[in-house]
């Protein structure tokens, strides 16, 4: 029963609430024998217990086929009805005609039985009444049977559909993480690459540490899943290590600083989140200045909100991305923070003076509320 009525019978616990739902209905059919037929309960349990659980596993497959070869999205609705009608109608007949059969055959089983009804007899039998009582509570228990296998069919298909919709969204959210990856400035690479050779002739020992170095990050950020969150330490392990390649070509000219509250480095974050806006500060703010400049990353946990701000040195006159938010990489961060919190999640970005920050706002996450707070990755 547990493969055919998929759903509403697609487990051993539900299969079980049905058959013990058909139980009570056949010790409520009992009683309804005790009072019609004036049998004794032994005798009434006896007679309606076996009847009730043979027609709720006869309803229960028949009515389950029905209402997946007429599904309501797709059928018009007086058909439903009418199949609906003549089944139960049919189906009812059966069980009465097997009550009879079956009365029939406790009886004969039983001797000294003189008179069908007497007390004295212990069993019962159909009366016209009685049969007529039977029908119709076979052609409700049918309809209702029906009614709850389409319930069942419809919360399966809802629970089918918000499984495909989140598999599509980790999907998404899988490539665009390889996206973001692919959008790793290649300036980055290829001057990375030109002063490795460069440094090989001058000095072997910093051009191998500086290939050791870029190893490194590459390694850690095709590492990260983005079907899962990592801790903002494992986050500004990565941006140290791209900083520290940076730092080979741009030499004293670029500077970090980096101030993590207690408690914020154990909050958990979206991969690769902050990368995009510190390569960002670096090309177009660090780069852009002759003096150099400072890149600077603040993270502090307040309340049940992580906030997390990214500065770096400009000139003044010159923004160092288009602030109307059309810049690649601000535009990432702020549909990942979309895509992940919803509007649990914030980032905004200014550029005053000499500076250009960037603040992040996030739901504070911890591998252990992680657990039993889902978000909605999850």
């Known amino acids: 029963m547990q493969g055919v009525l998929h759903g509403a019978l697609g487990t051993r616990r539900s299969t079980a609430l049905f058959l013990a739902a058909w139980l009570l209905l056949g010790v409520l059919l009992a009683g309804l024998v005790n009072v019609a037929a004036d049998a004794p309960w032994g005798a009434s349990l006896l007679f309606a217990v076996p009847l009730a659980l043979l027609y709720g596993c006869a309803s229960g497959f028949s009515s389950y086929y029905l209402c997946r070869a007429y599904p309501l999205a797709s059928k018009p609705l007086f058909a439903v009805l009418g199949v609906f009608a003549c089944s139960s109608v049919c189906a009812s007949a059966l069980w ?3 009550g009879n059969g079956w009365g029939e055959l406790l009886r004969a ?11 004295a007899s212990g069993l019962p039998f159909l ?21 709850a296998h389409y319930l069942a069919l419809e919360f399966e298909r809802a629970r089918l559909f918000e499984r495909r919709e989140l598999e599509m969204k980790l999907a998404a959210q899988d490539a665009e993480l390889r996206m973001l990856r692919t959008q790793i400035d290649p300036h980055f690479l290829f001057n990375s690459l030109n002063s490795i050779s460069a440094l090989t002739s001058i000095d072997p020992a910093a051009a191998r540490g500086m290939t050791l170095q870029l190893s490194d990050f590459f390694r850690r950020s095709l590492g990260m899943d983005a079907q899962r969150k990592v801790l903002l330490t494992e986050e500004l392990a990565l941006v140290r290590a791209f900083l520290a390649i940076e730092q080979v070509r741009f030499g004293a000219r670029l500077r970090f600083e980096e101030a993590v509250a207690p408690g914020a480095g154990a909050c958990l974050l979206p991969p690769m989140l ?23 990353i603040a993270a502090e946990r307040a309340g049940s909100l992580l906030r997390i701000r990214v500065e770096n040195d400009v000139d003044e006159e010159g923004a160092p991305v288009r602030t109307s938010g059309c810049g690649i ?6 549909q ?9 999640a914030s980032v905004h970005w200014t550029h005053t003076g000499h500076t250009f920050r960037v603040e992040l706002a996030l739901p504070a996450q911890t591998a252990r509320t992680a657990r039993t707070a889902p978000s909605m990755e999850t």
């Open 96 to 98: 009465t005609a097997a």
């Open 109 to 119: 089983a039983a001797p000294g039985i003189s008179a069908p009804g007497v007390p």
């Open 127 to 147: 009366t016209r009444p009685f049969a007529a009582s039977m029908f119709g509570l076979g052609v409700i228990l049918y309809g209702l049977t029906a009614v």
């Open 274 to 296: 902050l990368q995009p806006l510190v390569e960002n500060a670096v090309k177009h703010g660090i780069g852009n200045r002759l003096e150099g400049g400072t890149v600077r």
């Open 329 to 334: 990489g601000l535009a990432n961060v702020r």
């Open 336 to 344: 990942r923070l979309a895509a992940t919190y919803a509007h649990e």
